[in-house]
Each structure stands twice: as structure tokens, then as C-alpha cells.
């Protein structure tokens, strides 16, 4: 059967079918971005921390907005060669466009990129900073995990001398990291007691694991088999114990409903305590010698003493100094203090005065010292440009971010007011795009620094779990990113799959074109609004 | 609609005035949010600063629509649907506007101050 309405329209409406369809899934369209972009004015208006004005890198956001409106041009061109019967200029601006959409794609993947590595971190009395960890090394060489992977200067150090196990709930990549830790500290963590359990009915209790067998998931996943079973026989026991005791009571109160008798029907216990199983629900090792064993600061409960895991593991052992390791630090930023702060009614400048950062670091106090410098000289460059009102103050003044961030750039200028080597323009524009490039400007522009573990409030890395900034910048640029994507894959389907089409019925090739056309130009005028309201606002 | 090769031919010149105009309006935008004599309202960013920014991007987006969307010669029926989904946006956004508009709502907590 032949479809009606592809290339020609309908006579109602004046459309065929795809237009309509088209049409239908953008109006979705905009009220799927459009309620996003209204989820992050309730977030912007309720946020509870300093809002992070025009944080994200504009050159690259910059370059992607032209990309996209320079593929917008193409694939209307593209399209309208279509309509002149000119195959080969069709390929030359739909292959554009795709091009376009692959250097979108590869900038927002490196600003990506650079978001997952960037620390942030948020001490107790609301200081923030912002750098890169540095990684464990023993001498001069990286420690790696059982993965192989290198590990951040960001973990809890236990001294441990027993680990428990919750046999249920134990993670086994955990497991089998513990393993390697104690095999590269030459150490060894045994079974602490034989686990005895009786295992069948009526029977007496059997060993299933002797005391100084060597942690493994094959024993762990043995006592938890033995576990498992028994829990399955004791609650089929229990629930067929019950189910006698409601036949019982129903035989003598025949006349009751179940809710007037509920409370008299109990399990007699005595009775059924000898058929039990032994659950074993827990099961504990030794550590022979105490070993240093470094945890995750997500999956552990740190305390002296006894800490736990997030799968329910209890580390005993001391807890030791657990810094997080800096290598590089590249922003200080008061803003939450001073709004803390204001809130208790004490100046910025005193709770800046007051701040661990600045009573612990000479780094941070100089730094300091010259940002002040530096917001004078603003302060004077704004009164001499602008002036004052008819009450005599300045008409314009610093913002708050100027006040109290001193963000890497500001780094940056006080290393080269200090007489640090500046970048070749090439390094500085590269930083635009990757951050700032430590390596070139060295230690004395972005020190190495330690926050003891108590100072950190909260961690992360610049990701949807560092604030809702970045959890709607990242809601909208990754759901904006695969439409990029999708819209690339339809349009690379015409490039090289619709010269076929082309031959047989080109006008209904011009009108898929048309249809994919839209679709990208819709993605550029959502683009034309995540610009200015995430970059630039 | 331009839908024979010559009219195409002739909107070719528009589609690239346009894409000039988006261009500009781009730069526009960038220029003033980081130019400080270029700035409007105070100094930084401020209501003023988003007034101008999204009236930029309300126009650039309306050129897509009209001219690379062929809104300015669609049929009715596209009107209809488009507009539908634009009511809705405006709801929802409306309901943001209706919580600022609450007197219980607190705006001084929720300026983050």
C-alpha cells in the first residue's frame, strides 16, 4: 500500500505527514527545555549558597555558539541545493554541518572533561577552594589501585586491626581492594575464630570455616551461602508456625474476625527454637599485623576506634591523619563565609580575618593581602570611571565575587605582578579551553596544599554532586549534547545513505532534509538560550 | 513558502544575512557581559544584564524560528502546534513568577542573603 501525504501535502492542512510530525515532537520539545530552563530559575532564585555567576569558560561556549549557527546556515543551504537538483553542493553543506556538530561535541567533551578533574572543596567554616589533588606516591612513583589506576591524595587512613563483614551486604570490589593493599603491605588478614553453625535440623553444629583461613570472596561467599540457607529454612519454619497458630485460633473463635484475634496469635517460640538454623550474619577478621588500609571518604564513616563502610564492613583500628592532599591549589573563594557571615551580623572582612584558611596559611593570608590590593585599585578605577550619586557614593562598586574570590586567573596576575614568567599567548589561549596549566606557571602560582580531614566539610569534584549549579548545567548541556548527537546521526544518514532516494524521488529527500533541518535548528535556538543563561548570567 | 529553485535562489541572500545578524547578535551578547564600559545596570551582573542578554537571545531565536524555520510562511496548522507548546512553557514559567508573587514566599532568604 502506498503512503499517502510523503512528498505531497494534504489538501486540510497544506502539510504532509513528517512536517506535522516534526512539528508535534518540537512543540514537545519546548516544553521538555522549556520546563528545565524554568527548573533553573526556582533553582537560581532558591538557592541557599552564593549563586556561581559567569563561572564556566566563555571562549569555548563562544566558539560552540558559532558552530552551531554556522551548521544552521549549512543545512538550510544544504537543504535548498537539494531543491535545485545540486546533489554535490548538497554533500559539501550537509558534510559541514555534520563537521560542525563533531567540534560542538569535542568542545563540550573537553570542558567536561575538565569539570570531572577539578577538585572543590568546602572547609567547616564555609572557605571554599579549588584545585587539582595530587596522587599517592611512594618516592617518586604513583601508587595504583587493583584497578591500576592512579589514587588521589583524598583518603581516610585506618590503622585497622579487625574488619567485620556484614555477609549479606559485603561489596566485593572492596574486598578484593583491602586484598591488595594488605598483599603490598605484606600483611594478612585471617579469619579471627572458627564460624561454627548448625547447618541441618536436628543435627549438631559443624565447622564451616576454620579460624586463619585467608580472607576471600570463595569464603565469604561459602559463610554467606550457609547464611542464606538457614535465613530461607528459618523463615519457611516461622511462617509455617504462624500459619498452624491462625488455623488454631480460627478453630477456637470461630465467630472473630482475624483483626479481634490478631493479637492472641504468637509463635511459641520455645517450641520452635530447636529446629532453627544458626544464621551467621556477620563475620570477623583479623589483620595481622594492624595494617594502614586507605579508604574512599564516600564509602567510609570515619571515627577513632571503629569506622564503617558503607556496606555495612566495621574497620576497627586507630584513625589516622587523613589529609586531603592538594597539588595544586588554584581558587580561594569567600563568598559562602562572608554570607554566613552577614547573616550573624559580623563584617566580611573580620570573618575573612577570622577564617582557619587565613590563620593557617601564609600562602592564603599573602594572597589575600594582595587581592585587597587589588579591589582598592578597582574600587579607585570605578569611581574615577563612573563617580558618585547625588548622595556622594559610588555610583558603581566591586561585585561580590570580585570582593571575596580569588579565582585562578587572579593567581595567575599575582604571580606575574610578582615577576613569575608570563605564557606565550598560544599557552594562555589553551588555557581558556583545559584551565589553568600548572606545569607552566609552577608552584609559586598554584601551591601544593593539605586541609586536615577535619576541616573538610564537603567534597567533590565540579560535578552535579558539587552544588545545583552544576546539576542543572549539567541537565541541560548533556540533554542539549544528545540532541546535538541525534541530530548529526539523522543528518549523516541523508549525507551518505540518500543518494538513492536522491535518483528515485528527490523531492521527497528534500523534504526528509527539510524535516532533520528543523530538527537542527531547533537545537541551535535552544543553544542561543543555555549561552548567555550558563555562560554568560 | 519558497519552495520553487528560483524563489529558493533568491532566500538564499536572506538565509545569509540572517546567519550574519546571529553572528553579531552573538557577539553582542558576549560583549556586553564581559566589557565592563559596555555594561549596563551596576556594575557585574545584575537584572539589567539579564533583561538585555535574554531580549538578544529572544530576537536571535525568533530569526531561526521565522526564517531558517520557515515560520514567517508556514501553514495555520503549524502555528497551532508550536504555539500550544509555547503556552505551556509560559505556564510553567508562570509558575515561577506566581511563587516570587506569593507573600509567603521568603525573598530574602531566597536571594541567598
Wanted: include cysteine.
Amino acid at each position: 500500500m502506498e503512503i499517502p501525504y510523503v512528498v505531497t501535502p494534504r489538501k486540510d492542512t497544506g502539510l504532509f505527514n513528517a512536517k506535522i510530525a516534526i512539528w508535534l515532537f518540537l512543540a514537545s520539545e519546548v516544553m521538555l527545555f522549556g520546563g528545565f530552563f524554568s527548573a533553573y530559575v526556582f533553582l537560581r532564585l532558591g538557592a541557599d549558597y552564593p549563586w556561581p555567576e559567569r563561572t564556566l569558560p566563555v571562549l569555548p561556549g563562544l566558539i560552540n555558539t558559532f558552530v552551531l549557527i554556522g551548521s544552521s546556515v549549512t543545512v538550510v543551504f544544504a537543504w535548498a541545493s537539494l531543491k535545485m537538483r545540486q546533489w554535490r553542493k548538497f554533500q559539501i553543506f550537509m558534510g559541514i554541518t555534520v563537521f560542525c556538530a563533531l567540534i560542538f561535541m569535542v568542545l563540550k567533551g573537553v570542558e567536561y572533561n575538565v569539570k570531572f578533574h577539578h577538585q572543590a572543596v568546602r572547609l567547616k567554616d564555609y572557605t571554599i577552594m579549588e584545585g587539582h589533588l595530587g596522587v599517592e606516591k611512594e618516592g617518586e612513583t604513583p601508587v595504583l589501585d587493583h584497578h591500576g589506576k592512579q589514587i588521589e591524595e583524598n583518603l581516610i587512613y585506618v590503622e585497622t586491626s579487625k574488619l567485620t563483614y556484614n555477609t549479606v551486604r559485603f561489596h566485593k570490589p572492596w574486598v578484593e581492594e583491602l586484598l591488595t593493599q594488605a598483599e603490598h603491605e605484606k600483611s594478612k588478614i585471617i579469619l579471627a575464630a572458627d564460624v561454627t553453625a548448625i547447618t541441618k535440623e536436628k543435627e549438631p553444629a559443624e565447622v564451616i570455616a576454620k579460624a586463619g583461613e585467608p580472607l576471600s570472596i570463595e569464603l565469604l561467599n561459602k559463610i554467606q551461602k550457609a547464611h542464606l540457607a538457614a535465613r530461607a529454612h528459618n523463615g519457611a519454619d516461622r511462617t509455617a508456625a504462624l500459619e498452624q497458630e491462625w488455623v488454631k485460633a480460627h478453630a477456637a473463635f470461630p465467630d472473630k474476625r482475624d483483626w479481634q484475634i490478631a493479637s492472641g496469635v504468637n509463635i511459641d517460640m520455645k517450641a520452635l527454637t530447636p529446629k532453627l538454623l544458626d544464621e551467621i550474619s556477620t563475620v570477623a577478621f583479623s589483620v595481622e599485623p594492624a595494617t594502614r588500609f586507605d579508604f574512599h571518604p564516600r564509602d567510609i564513616k570515619q571515627a577513632d576506634g571503629q569506622s564503617r563502610l558503607r556496606d555495612d564492613t566495621v574497620v576497627d583500628g586507630k584513625l589516622l591523619d587523613s589529609p586531603m592532599g592538594f597539588h595544586h591549589i588554584d581558587a580561594i573563594d569567600f563568598q559562602y563565609l562572608v554570607m554566613k557571615a552577614a547573616a550573624k551580623g559580623i563584617s566580611p572582612e573580620v570573618a575573612i580575618e577570622n577564617s582557619w584558611l587565613i590563620k593557617n596559611s601564609p600562602f592564603a593570608r599573602e594572597a589575600w593581602e594582595w587581592h585587597q590590593g587589588e579591589i582598592v585599585k578597582l574600587k579607585a578605577d570605578l569611581l574615577k570611571r563612573y563617580g558618585v550619586d547625588k548622595e556622594g557614593n559610588p555610583k558603581r562598586f566591586p561585585t561580590h565575587k570580585e570582593l571575596y574570590r580569588i579565582g585562578w586567573k587572579d593567581f595567575a596576575k599575582k604571580a606575574e605582578d610578582g615577576g613569575h614568567a608570563k605564557l606565550s599567548s598560544a599557552d594562555s589561549f589553551k588555557e581558556e579551553f583545559l584551565g589553568p596549566n600548572y606545569d607552566a606557571r609552577g608552584d609559586e602560582t598554584f601551591p601544593e596544599f593539605s586541609i586536615p580531614r577535619e576541616q573538610v566539610a564537603f567534597a567533590a569534584k565540579f560535578t552535579p554532586a558539587w552544588n545545583t549549579y552544576y546539576a542543572i548545567y549539567f541537565t541541560i548541556t548533556g540533554l542539549h549534547g544528545l540532541h546535538v548527537i541525534g541530530g548529526a546521526l539523522v543528518l549523516s544518514y541523508y549525507l551518505f545513505f540518500g543518494r538513492k532516494m536522491y535518483l528515485t524521488n528527490p523531492e521527497w529527500l528534500a523534504n526528509r532534509v527539510e524535516i532533520g533541518g528543523l530538527f537542527w535548528h531547533f537545537v541551535d535556538l535552544v543553544w542561543i538560550f543555555v549561552f548567555p543563561i550558563l555562560y554568560l548570567m | 513558502m519558497a519552495d520553487t529553485p528560483e524563489a529558493i535562489k533568491k532566500s538564499i541572500r536572506t538565509y545569509l544575512f540572517v546567519g550574519g545578524i546571529l553572528f553579531l547578535g552573538t557577539i553582542t551578547t558576549v560583549l556586553v557581559a564581559t566589557v565592563p564600559w559596555l555594561d549596563v545596570g551596576a556594575h557585574g551582573f545584575d537584572k539589567w544584564d539579564c533583561v538585555l542578554g535574554l531580549t538578544i537571545a529572544t530576537i536571535k531565536a525568533g530569526l531561526v524560528a521565522f526564517v531558517f524555520m520557515h515560520l514567517n510562511h508556514e501553514k495555520k496548522a503549524v502555528y497551532w502546534l508550536f504555539a500550544s507548546g509555547l503556552c505551556m512553557v509560559c505556564s510553567l514559567a508562570g509558575l515561577t513568577a506566581l511563587a516570587l508573587g506569593d507573600p509567603i514566599f521568603d525573598s530574602l532568604f531566597y536571594s541567598g542573603h
